[in-house]
Antibody, heavy 113, light 108 residues
Framework: QVQLQESGPGLVKSSETLSLTCSVS?????????WVWVRQPPGKGLEWLAT???????YYNPSLQSRVTISADTSKNQFSLKLTSVTAADTAVYYC??????WGQGTLVTVSS | AVVTQEPSLTVSPGGTVTLTCGSS?????????PYWFQQKPGQAPRTLIY???NKHSLTPARFSGSLLGGKAALTLSGAQPEDEAEYYC?????????FGGGTKLTVL
């Protein structure tokens, strides 16, 4: 059973970089699957951010492409998200997931001025 | 592209309802790997249906996915009170994923 857990700072200052890590258990990320980051601003819908497949291409939301990076560390069975130059609009619950199977519980990241 | 869903629907307990997921680019195809997710207040989303028709191992049998009238569809047959939730679909556009705005389903 695949399980995912997000970790990272809950508070980030405006203009700085948001960094989150997703720890995966129950499955080796290098074996397969597409691993994604999704966010949800308070009271709003879901927004896809990025996808990584260890043996395939990486995809980014075009509206964020210049600011977002997804990467993986197979030795730790983790994948990560970096979002640069954050503003209040980036305040959201951030989820890691493999869309066809499992989601993390989500982590609230607040951008402060 | 924009993915469209009904903003809200209501179903009676035991009744049947179909939620749809349309694309501004035209007919939704299986090649867009339609997904359906359920989210209850304060909880993370959970996957119900992937790749148009495939059920997650934990998805109740009363949920089914299909293509219907040029859209992806999620049908709930025999609605239960616990099915009241927000439902999101997603479509893939050459690897980019777009979520619909969500359908708030009320069981009443």
């Amino acid at each position: 059973q695949v399980q995912l857990q997000e970790s990272g700072p809950g508070l980030v200052k405006s203009s700085e970089t948001l960094s989150l890590t997703c720890s995966v258990s129950g499955y080796s990320i290098s074996t397969g699957y597409y691993w994604v980051w999704v966010r949800q601003p308070p009271g709003k819908g879901l927004e896809w951010l990025a996808t990584i497949h260890l043996s395939g291409p990486t995809y980014y939301n075009p509206s964020l492409q210049s600011r977002v990076t997804i990467s993986a560390d197979t030795s730790k069975n983790q994948f990560s998200l970096k979002l640069t130059s954050v503003t209040a609009a980036d305040t959201a619950v951030y989820y890691c997931a493999t869309l066809h199977d499992a989601w993390g519980q989500g982590t609230l990241v607040t951008v402060s001025s | 592209a924009v993915v469209t869903q009904e903003p809200s629907l209501t179903v009676s307990p035991g009744g049947t309802v179909t939620l749809t997921c349309g694309s501004s680019t035209g007919t939704v195809t299986s090649g867009q790997w339609p997904y359906w997710f359920q989210q209850k207040p304060g909880q993370a989303p959970r996957t119900l249906i992937y790749d148009t028709t495939n059920k997650h191992s934990l998805t109740p049998a009363r949920f089914s996915g299909s293509l219907l009238g040029g859209k992806a569809a999620l049908t709930l047959s025999g609605a239960q009170p616990e099915d009241e939730a927000e439902y999101y679909c997603s479509l893939s556009y050459s690897g980019d994923v777009i979520f619909g705005g969500g359908t708030k389903l009320t069981v009443l």
